[in-house]
């Protein structure tokens, strides 16, 4: 008689685990047919990650302060690079800043560290720098040649 109730207990038992299983298996089906994969090809800087940054805009409720801060911290680095760039072309082409400030503020540009910590300001001093050198006269001469040096497409 023992014998017989446990075959029961056991069979009830792995019932239950099935049709917890089916369930589970049910809800996955279904959130795997409302998820949408989308296949993104591309060359380099042709607009894959503002593609997917604006679905996740608009689909998802933007993003959280931290991930907010990380890009803050890659527009810093991209704003650094591409006054580096600039003095950096203007140095290799021998162009002269037209305002003779702009030499000390291409010094600061050169040597400057975007602070890892995304949530650290800016330097006010490198803003002031990196505007003077992009409105200095001698920036026009610099693009003249810009086929000759990279500068990233995301630059003024």
Known sequence: MGICVSAETVDTDQR???QMIDRKLEEESKRLQR???ILLLGSGESGKSTIVKQMKIIHQNG???DELA???LTVYKNLVDCA???VGAMRQFGI???DMRNREYGDYVMEYQVDPD????LDVHLGEAVASIWKDTSILAVMDHQNE???MDSAP
């Open 16 to 18: 239950k685990r099935s």
């Open 35 to 37: 998820e949408c994969k």
């Open 63 to 65: 993003y959280s302060v």
């Open 70 to 72: 990380l890009y803050r």
């Open 84 to 86: 580096r760039a600039l």
């Open 96 to 98: 002269e800043p037209g």
């Open 118 to 121: 995304p949530h650290a300001p």
């Open 149 to 151: 040096f990279y500068l």
